[in-house]
């Protein structure tokens, strides 16, 4: 494919002062104003329906500004309701326990929770997947089945779908994650999900829905099957009722007899084709939530069509792809392909060799069996973060904003001139 054409798509925004930046906050959208003239019922019902819309908006709004406050540590929090939402895909509506008020969020921020698995204490991420609202969080979470390539079934996600019902409570933290939608912002952007990476845009959607923001912006959303299309018809029936807001499914193995048409746009994957087919000209911010070797192509692809790296976002699930050699930011800076670094974790007690083809210091240490806190694995959630006691690494993807004394282990790698000692963060599981 021709990169001029597609820079003629995307054009690069390096160097250029984005307006919208500059922009304080978004207009108010203006009250629907009701013609006089309609009379009777008719009229009752269109300031009846105004009104609604009114008050939607002023929740959320609400919901989003902080009337309870953040905590520190764990928090109790009540199952209310369980909803099965796609294939392997249940969402779970969260109270606290202690009845007192919770905090809004920024949507695309995600919880962690814990719990007790086989004596075995046990925390993930999961991204809220609605707007913020006056007294419940809602998560969605997808069970992780056993791979044929031996890759185990996820020990957190099956116990939650097989044991959390309403009733049930767990721990939760604050909400947290740097993986946000800027609200103030009216740059047009494009969400592209993979997956059950679609629950941040779920809540990102809602909220300019809620809001009544005219923002420009557009999903495409990949999945394997049509089975595992969550909220399909709530979002086609987003889209209708706003038009700034566009939809594109796109999957990859549809039944035989299954064709492009109401239920999905397009057969295959989320590729640079497919956005230079569908997408206006113009200048967009790129949300990526999914599997890391789509995000990984994706980067790569727009990079290549002119995409500044500001104005790409992501939040990955998974481990992101930095192994091998002459591939890493990191490694083509140095020029050559086999320096060695030690590095030492305190906590275990071992000592590594550390080379490009270890990929991060989460990859190599797991590698070696030493247990380290992971959970989004992109940097985002901080919850791998463990105390830097000697030595110097660098960020190949960004400087994920770690104080001084830390490191993110999980987009870390170690500079090459003198050893890397680690006091980390020991668990007991990783499954």
Known sequence: MDLRALRSIFPSRSGQLDAQQATQAAPKTAPTVVDPGCGGAACAGVIDETLKLAATRIASLEAMAPEGEPWTGWRQFEVVNRIEEADHQVTFELRASDGQPIPGYKPGQFLTVALDIQGEREERCYSLSDSPQADVYRITIKRVLSQADGVPAGKVSNFIHDQLGVGTTIDVKTPAGEFVLDMAKTTAAVFLAGGVGVTPFLAMLN????????????????????????????????????????????????????????????????????????????????????????????????????????????ESFGVAPTKGAGTSPAERARGVEDIAVEVHFVGAGKTLAWDPGKGSLLEAGLAEGIALNSMCRSGSCKGCQCTLESGKVEYPNGDPGVPTGKVLPCVAVPLAGEPVVINETIVRSQA
Do not use: W
């Open 207 to 314: 909220m300019i829905a809620d809001m009544g923001s005219q923002r420009e912006v557009h999903l495409y959303y990949a999945v394997n099957k049509t089975s595992e299309l969550m909220r399909g018809r709530e979002l086609r029936e987003l889209a209708a009722r706003h038009p700034n807001i566009k939809v594109t499914f796109v999957v990859s193995n549809p039944a035989p007899n299954e064709q492009p048409g109401a239920r999905f746009d397009k057969v295959g994957r989320i590729g640079i084709g497919t956005l230079v087919e569908t997408l206006p000209k113009g200048n967009y911010d790129f949300f990526m939530c999914g599997p890391t070797p789509m995000m990984a192509a994706l980067t790569e692809q727009l990079i290549s069509a002119g995409v500044s790296h500001r104005n790409i976002h992501t």
